[in-house]
């Protein structure tokens, strides 16, 4: 196995783009901190058809609009107006591949759905999160989850890792690595209800849960975002952020991560 090797350029702006998220968190206001999410969203999607080769703006502009639109609708509407938002938008969809019929339509029909799914509706659970009660820490608890697992998995992996997690989707990955970075997340988690007093009222299991099935989703995000480059023949999202590649190599854990942390946060913890 191949032992890390210390990339400066990917620690930097790895630590440059934390920095940003967290002063975001912290500094803006919930319809702030939306239009952070809709140009993450924008930016998903643009990255989406890049890896399939759709480039022209044709092809990604009304996606993105309408995956902003989406998760607006589901963070902030009624869920009589997200449903609405979200049939019309599949309307609208078939409606661009109708009218504009090429060869390419019918891959494009399919990324158009899938990508207002991917990057506006599971994206738009940060907002969620952000409105709950203490949302601004439970959103950084969220963001630590996965950037501990990421970072543990990462190079845990490559000093201990011998066994393949899913080889012929993503040969770098191994058991050693994912079981590592589940660790360091739980211990993450401990460590955040021992100095948030609030979060005391909750018991240690309950904690237990919630980072380990958040870090489980995350990583089936991060195996979703290798599927996709995989049918698209790329290597990486994009070029965006040196070192790491796209915005969504950055984000491909924490979008379902955010949905199952949502959920169990409202649900298990009640808040």
Same mark, same amino acid.
């Given at each position: 196995m191949e032992k890390p090797k210390f990339d400066l350029k990917r620690f930097i702006f790895g630590i440059i783009f934390g920095i940003v998220i967290i002063l975001s968190i912290f500094l803006l206001n919930i319809r702030e901190f939306f239009l952070v999410s809709a140009v993450l969203t $924008?930016? #998903?999607?643009y990255e989406i058809y890049g890896i399939f080769d759709l480039t022209g703006y044709k092809y990604f502009i009304l996606p993105e609009i309408l995956a902003i639109l989406t998760a *607006? #609708? *589901?963070a902030f509407l009624k869920p009589g $107006?997200?449903? *609405?938002i979200f049939f019309l938008s599949g309307f609208l969809i078939f409606l661009k591949n109708v009218l504009s019929f090429k060869t390419d339509s019918g891959k494009s029909i399919f990324i158009d759905i899938f990508s207002i799914f991917y990057a506006g509706f599971l994206v738009s659970f940060l907002m969620k999160i952000f409105e709950l009660s203490g949302g601004k820490l439970l959103l950084l608890l969220l963001f630590i989850l996965v950037w501990a697992s990421d970072i543990f998995a990462y190079y845990g992996g490559r000093h *201990?890792?011998?066994h393949k997690l899913i080889s012929p989707l993503s040969p770098k990955k191994t058991?050693?690595? $994912?079981?590592i970075g589940l660790l360091a997340a739980v211990i993450v988690a401990i460590v955040f209800r021992a100095f948030i007093g609030d979060y005391k009222r909750f018991a240690l299991v309950s904690f237990i849960v919630l980072s380990s099935v958040t870090v489980i989703a995350g990583m089936f995000g991060d195996l979703t975002e290798s599927l996709i480059k995989r049918m698209g023949e790329k290597k990486d999202s994009g070029h965006l952020i040196p070192g790491h590649g796209g915005i969504l190599?950055?984000?491909d854990s924490l979008i379902l991560a955010a949905?199952?942390?949502?959920?169990i946060a409202v649900y298990y913890l009640k808040y």
């Open positions: $924008a930016l #998903s999607v *607006f #609708s *589901f $107006a997200f449903i *609405f *201990f890792g011998r058991v050693e690595g $994912a079981l190599d950055r984000i949905p199952f942390f949502y959920y």
